[in-house]
């Protein structure tokens, strides 16, 4: 039997590589590291992953169709029976065309392949976020050319004060217009490149809109599904309308966990600091890192003391737990005290109606 705390689903940031340099990227990914995995090292860690019960891994990078053996890592995945996802900013999906020919060979192998791919505003403001001219137009091509071959693509974007003004336009023109399964919408963190650009981050009454926006879209299509990723929330009176499940805390270390592209494992990939890694599996299997007594102690011993900033003293401090620890991280340099919160501004807006 499975103890509470397990790793049913997994994102690996399989190369730090980039073929873009884009301005809001947390993980500032372009070089690959250093110390990066060899085939044979993470063909152990797929392995692993089957070993210790995951589920769903979602493959990150940087770019991670630029590692030359994407296909054995994804291979061996389905093998073992999990849903792997890929994240792609297109680029290397397209070109040449081979990594779409591999993709479809391995979807005739096994049907629990899916590709998520970026789209972060229309072409203006898309190219400029990305950095360069003509990736919204690549981007798009390469969800009509997954599409095409018959893969389950996702719309994946992130949000800020550029692109929330065209969130409908881009649900309307590109997301909804197409037979994609699930459009995820997130916010960024305050990691990386994206400190140079302190001004892209949504306002209270911002955010507030781009619920607004998420619920309006999930009433107005049920495929594609309309995912507010973990970063968006919390406990307020649109919750229900907002997510399908009831959010019960950040599940870094509890239900998730996050492996980097030089084996180091934390609880989630966002939390770009560190201070958060619990192991390595250079040295230890995936089973002995999350066994390990007292990892994970940010999330595993939790108790409503922890809370600080707008969490304190709130009444669903002990099932909310303070948000998202990478959004919490990122702009307070603290866990459990949730910058962005629906329920807190709610009642701070009801509170000045009085």
Same mark, same amino acid.
């Given at each position: 039997m499975?103890?509470?705390?397990w790793p049913e689903?997994?994102?690996?940031?399989t190369t730090?590589?980039c073929?873009?340099?884009?301005?809001?990227?947390?993980?500032?990914?372009?070089?690959?590291r250093?110390d990066?995995?060899?085939t044979?090292?993470?063909?152990?860690v797929c392995?692993q992953l089957?070993e210790?019960?995951c589920r769903?891994?979602t493959?990150?990078?940087?770019e991670?169709?630029?590692?030359?053996?994407?296909p054995?890592i994804?291979?061996?995945?389905?093998?073992?029976?999990? #849903?792997v996802?890929? %994240?792609?900013?297109?680029?290397?999906?397209?070109?040449?065309?081979h !990594?779409l020919?591999? $993709?479809?060979? /391995?979807a005739d192998?096994?049907?629990?392949?899916?590709?998520?791919i970026?789209?972060?505003?229309?072409?203006?403001?898309?190219d400029?976020i990305?950095?360069?001219?003509?990736?919204?137009r690549?981007?798009?091509s390469?969800?009509?050319?997954? #599409?095409?071959?018959? %893969?389950?693509?996702?719309?994946?974007?992130?949000?800020?004060?550029? !692109?929330?003004?065209e $969130?409908r336009? /881009?649900?309307?023109?590109?997301?909804?217009v197409?037979?994609v399964y699930?459009?995820?919408?997130?916010?960024?963190n305050?990691?990386g490149r994206?400190?140079?650009?302190?001004d892209?981050f949504?306002?209270?009454?911002?955010?507030?809109?781009l619920?607004?926006?998420? %619920?309006?879209?999930?009433r107005?299509?049920?495929?594609?599904?309309t995912e507010p990723?973990d970063?968006?929330?919390y406990m307020s009176d649109?919750?229900?309308?907002?997510?399908?499940?009831?959010?019960?805390?950040?599940?870094?270390?509890i239900?998730?966990?996050?492996?980097?592209?030089?084996g180091s494992?934390k609880?989630?990939l966002?939390i770009l600091?560190?201070?958060?890694?619990?192991g390595?599996?250079?040295?230890?299997?995936l089973l002995?890192?999350?066994?390990?007594?007292?990892?994970?102690a940010?999330?595993?011993?939790?108790?409503?003391?922890?809370l600080?900033?707008?969490?304190?003293g709130?009444?669903?401090?002990r099932?909310?737990?303070?948000?998202?620890?990478?959004?919490s991280h990122s702009?307070?340099?603290?866990?459990?005290?949730?910058?962005?919160?629906?329920?807190?501004?709610?009642?701070?807006?009801?509170?000045?109606?009085r």
């Amino acid at each position: 039997m499975r103890s509470y705390f397990w790793p049913e689903r997994a994102v690996w940031e399989t190369t730090l590589r980039c073929n873009l340099s884009c301005r809001h990227c947390g993980s500032v990914a372009g070089a690959a590291r250093a110390d990066e995995l060899s085939t044979a090292e993470a063909l152990r860690v797929c392995d692993q992953l089957a070993e210790a019960g995951c589920r769903h891994i979602t493959l990150s990078g940087g770019e991670t169709l630029l590692r030359d053996d994407w296909p054995d890592i994804v291979r061996r995945l389905l093998q073992h029976g999990l #849903l792997v996802g890929i %994240i792609t900013n297109g680029l290397a999906l397209v070109a040449g065309g081979h !990594n779409l020919h591999r $993709l479809r060979e /391995l979807a005739d192998e096994a049907p629990r392949l899916h590709v998520g791919i970026s789209v972060d505003g229309l072409e203006t403001t898309h190219d400029f976020i990305r950095n360069r001219p003509g990736a919204f137009r690549i981007a798009v091509s390469a969800i009509d050319a997954t #599409l095409e071959r018959g %893969i389950p693509a996702a719309v994946l974007t992130t949000v800020n004060s550029l !692109n929330l003004p065209e $969130l409908r336009r /881009l649900r309307d023109e590109i997301v909804f217009v197409r037979p994609v399964y699930a459009w995820q919408v997130q916010t960024s963190n305050f990691y990386g490149r994206i400190r140079e650009h302190a001004d892209w981050f949504l306002s209270p009454a911002q955010y507030q809109e781009l619920a607004a926006i998420l %619920i309006e879209s999930r009433r107005l299509r049920q495929v594609p599904r309309t995912e507010p990723a973990d970063c968006i929330g919390y406990m307020s009176d649109a919750e229900p309308q907002l997510r399908d499940t009831t959010w019960r805390g950040c599940q870094a270390g509890i239900r998730a966990v996050g492996i980097q592209s030089n084996g180091s494992v934390k609880g989630c990939l966002s939390i770009l600091d560190d201070g958060f890694v619990e192991g390595s599996l250079r040295r230890q299997t995936l089973l002995e890192i999350w066994d390990r007594p007292g990892g994970f102690a940010y999330n595993r011993e939790f108790t409503p003391e922890m809370l600080g900033g707008l969490c304190v003293g709130c009444v669903h401090g002990r099932q909310c737990a303070g948000g998202c620890t990478a959004v919490s991280h990122s702009l307070t340099g603290a866990t459990h005290q949730a910058p962005y919160c629906l329920y807190a501004f709610e009642g701070a807006r009801q509170a000045a109606a009085r």
